[in-house]
């Protein structure tokens, strides 16, 4: 049943969270390195997800799992949240967080450039604008403006950056692609991420006691990015009478983030990070309103 009202309640809580995140990453890497925040996070995020399995009566759903789904979790797992948040924790663990939040934000651009490659989708030209537009933006970010050196204010952070971006997408691709319940999905996802991230831990060596700062910070993290965000967002997703009204109210998160990083990580945000997110943004809404007038021609042509 279809309830607007709290729809947008339930989103807005959702953005609210994912906007601290920018802020949690770089404050919680002041007390752990970025594999030991990740194991912690990930163990989190599982145990809670665990709990909404079982919340919501979807035990019997994981006996039902066949192999090729399992595989496919096995592969998903490995995107997303083992290579994704290892590579993003790394970035933010080089670059300003405003730098971390405003690149990261080109992972809708390249679900467009992952879709058009793998999934046989058609671009237009407009598309095509708004993914050149989007990448301006990122470039505007990375060189904090100044054209005329061209160098990054940390090459192997903005590439990190970006790379996140990749993994996110690609994760999504495989994501579309497998019809089962988001949240069962996730759960098993979860679980093979927390695996891969404990044996590259042990790999490293690098399992350490951790101070209680930064056990609190990973503990938010794992719940509120990777857990009960995700479990607030499908739930507005599925009341909203239209998902577009839910989804686009994404876009203010990483302006608000921008904010959080300026008073509680003290970043003084450049005239530049603002002016390339707002480019990447246009990018995005161009590209979405591209779709929309795509889907409208559609229409016009099957009446």
Same mark, same amino acid.
């Given at each position: 049943m279809h309830n607007q009202p709290k729809a947008y309640s339930l989103a807005l809580i959702s953005i609210v969270f994912w906007s601290t995140m920018g802020t949690g990453f770089k404050l919680t890497l002041n007390y752990l390195n970025p &594999?030991?925040?990740?194991?912690?996070?990930?163990f989190t995020a599982f145990v809670f997800l665990g709990?909404?399995?079982? &919340?919501?009566?979807k035990l019997d759903v994981l006996k039902t799992i066949t192999l090729k789904q399992t595989l496919n979790s096995a592969l998903m797992g490995l995107f997303n949240p083992f290579m994704y948040y290892l590579v993003l924790f790394e970035a933010y663990n080089r670059i300003p967080a405003q730098e971390g939040v405003a690149l990261n934000y080109i992972w809708p651009v390249m679900l467009v450039v992952f879709s058009i490659i793998f999934l046989k989708q058609k671009i237009n030209r407009l598309s095509l604008l708004a993914i050149v537009v989007s990448f301006v933006g990122t470039l505007v970010i990375a060189m904090h403006g100044n054209f005329t050196e061209f160098k990054f204010s940390n090459t192997t952070g903005v590439i990190?950056?970006?790379?996140? &971006?990749?993994? %996110?997408?690609?994760? %999504?691709?495989?994501?579309?692609?497998?019809?089962?319940?988001?949240?069962v999905k996730m759960f098993v996802n979860f679980a093979f991420g927390a695996g891969y991230i404990l044996a590259w831990n042990i790999y490293k060596q690098n399992i350490e006691i951790p101070s209680i700062n930064g056990i609190v910070g990973a503990i938010y993290i794992g719940v509120f990015e990777m857990g009960l965000t995700f479990v607030l967002w499908l739930t507005a997703l599925k009341l909203s009478t239209n998902t577009a009204r839910v989804s686009n109210l994404v876009f203010i998160s990483p302006f608000v983030s921008l904010m959080l990083v300026s008073v509680f990580v003290g970043e003084k945000i450049l005239p530049?990070?603002?002016?390339?997110?707002?480019?990447?943004?246009?990018?995005i809404v161009l590209q979405q309103y591209s779709q929309w007038r795509d889907g409208k021609s559609v229409e016009k042509v099957n009446s």
């Open positions: &594999a030991m925040l990740l194991l912690i996070a990930t709990i909404v399995v079982m &919340a919501k009566g990190l950056a970006i790379g996140s &971006a990749l993994f %996110w997408a690609s994760f %999504w691709i495989i994501n579309l692609k497998d019809p089962r319940e988001a949240i530049s990070t603002i002016i390339g997110l707002a480019i990447i943004v246009s990018g």
